[in-house]
C-alpha cells in the first residue's frame, strides 16, 4: 500500500479544529486540486462559494441544524451544481440551452463531488480534517438566498476544512465481499454479512463511548429510513430550473 | 505542492491502455480506498459491479455509444447507487423503509461520486489511468438488465481502469476567478474571463489535433446543450423507485 492509499484509508470526518487560520493560497491550491477532477464533457459544472466567518456563516450553521463547527471552522465552503455558467456559455452563442433535464441534475451534481473529493484529499495530504455538510440540505431555499443563488443554480453541500483539534477513529466500513460484486448484481449473502458487519459496528461505537451508545448499522439504517427524507428538495430544485422532466 | 497535490493537477483522462492485467487484489485495495470516503449520515449507498471481459462487457461498450474501450479496459466497474440494501437492512428490523426521495437519490448518487474518485486516485498513484464512463446512462435500461439490478438500484457511471497506453496532456480548467466565488454567487465578470479562457482551449485543441480541430470552450457547451440531455433517465429512475417525489 503506497502514501496515498494510505491516506485515503485513513480518512475520517473532522469536526472539531484549532483556531490555526488556513491562508487564502493554501484554498485556492484546493480548490484548483478539486478543478482538476475528471468532468463529464467538460462542463465543469462545479463552482465554490467560500464563506468567511460572520452572520451569514452563522445563518448556515443554523440552517445546517445548528452544527456549530459550520459557524467555526477556519475555512467553510458551498459546492453548487451550475447550469447557469452554461448558459452563459450558450448566450454567448446565441444558442438557447435545453436545461431542466434530470440528466443534467445528475451530470452538475456528480462533478460537483469529484470536485470537492479531490479538495478533500488534497486538505488531508496536508494535514488538514475536513467534514462534509450536506445539512446544507435542511433548509436550502434559506441558504440558497444567503448565498444569492440565481436560477440554475443549487448547493449541492457544504465542507468544513481546518486543523483537526480530534483523532476519531476511522469508522468500520461494510465488508467488501458486500459492496464489490462480480458479473452481476447479487445479494443473496448480504444480510448474512451485514448481520456480522452490525456486530463489529455495535463494538466500534461501545468502545467510543465508553458504553454509551450500543447501535448496529442495520438498526440506524432502519431508525432513519421510517422518516421522510427532505421531501422540500424536489420542489425547490424544480423551482431552480433542475429535474422538470 | 505536494505529491499528492501534484498527483491530484496530474490528472487526465486515460482511454488506451496496455494489455497488462491488473490482479484482482489491487481491484480489491482500490475499492476498498473508495469505501473510505465520507458517505451521506453512514449510508454506504454505493455497490460496485467488476464486468469481466466477454460478451456482457461488449453489450456495455455498445450501450456506451461504442466506445472499444469500455470493451477493452483490463478492468471495468460499474458503481450503482443502491437503496435495496438499505431496504434490506430495513427488512432485517422489520421496519418500512420510505423510499422515492429526490434527497435519497441525491445521497446515494453522490455517495458513488465520492467513492469513486477515491478509485481513481488510488488508481493513478499507483501508475494506472482511468476514464469515467456516463455514456451507459445512454441506454441506462439495458445496463440495467445486463447487471441484473434490481428495483432501488441504478448505474450511476463506469469506470475503465487500466494501464495507460498514451499520454495525453491535461486539459486547461476554467480560471479559478470564475470558479471560486467569495460570500456570494457572482458571476458580473465571468463572461469576460471565459472568452479570455476560450482562447487557450482553443490552442489546447489545434496543438493537440496538430490544427485540425478549433473549438473554444463555450461554442463545445452551446453545440451540445442546444439538443436534448439523455430524456429517458427520469422516467427510468421513476421506474426503478427514484425520484418519486
Known amino acids: 500500500m503506497n502514501d496515498v492509499i ?3 484509508n485513513a480518512h475520517r470526518s473532522i469536526r472539531k479544529f484549532t483556531d490555526e487560520a488556513i491562508d487564502q493560497a493554501t484554498v485556492e491550491a484546493l480548490v484548483q486540486a478539486g478543478q482538476c477532477a475528471a468532468t463529464s464533457s467538460f462542463i465543469q459544472a462545479c463552482t465554490v462559494i467560500q464563506v468567511s466567518q460572520g452572520e451569514v456563516r452563522d445563518r448556515l450553521a443554523i440552517c445546517a441544524g445548528n452544527q456549530a463547527y459550520v459557524a467555526s471552522a477556519p475555512v467553510f465552503l458551498v459546492f453548487c451544481a451550475d447550469m447557469k455558467r452554461l448558459k452563459l456559455a450558450c448566450d454567448m452563442h446565441d444558442a438557447e ?3 431542466g433535464y434530470t440528466e443534467q441534475f445528475i451530470t452538475t451534481s456528480l462533478d460537483c463531488a469529484l470536485f470537492a473529493q ?4 488534497a486538505a488531508e495530504s496536508l494535514g488538514l480534517g475536513c467534514t462534509y455538510i450536506g445539512g446544507i440540505r435542511n433548509q436550502i431555499a434559506e441558504v440558497a438566498d444567503l448565498l444569492e443563488l440565481p436560477e440554475l443554480v443549487y448547493p449541492v453541500f457544504g465542507l468544513c476544512i481546518g486543523h483537526p483539534a480530534q483523532n476519531p477513529e476511522a469508522k468500520p466500513r461494510l465488508p467488501l465481499s458486500v459492496i464489490l460484486k462480480q458479473e452481476r448484481y447479487n445479494d443473496s449473502e448480504d ?3 451485514i448481520a456480522e ?4 459496528v455495535r463494538e466500534y461505537y461501545a468502545t467510543r463511548t465508553g458504553g454509551q451508545k ?3 448499522w442495520s438498526e440506524q439504517m432502519s431508525d432513519m429510513l ?3 427524507s427532505r421531501p422540500h428538495m424536489l420542489p425547490f430544485l424544480q423551482s431552480r430550473g433542475f429535474i422538470k422532466h
Chains 1, 2 share one sequence.
Open 6 to 8: 494510505k491516506l485515503l
Open 97 to 99: 440551452m435545453l436545461s
Open 118 to 121: 479531490n479538495v478533500v484529499i
Open 191 to 193: 444480510q448474512a454479512r
Open 197 to 200: 458487519y452490525d456486530q463489529h
Open 214 to 216: 450500543s447501535m448496529t
Open 226 to 228: 421510517v422518516k421522510e
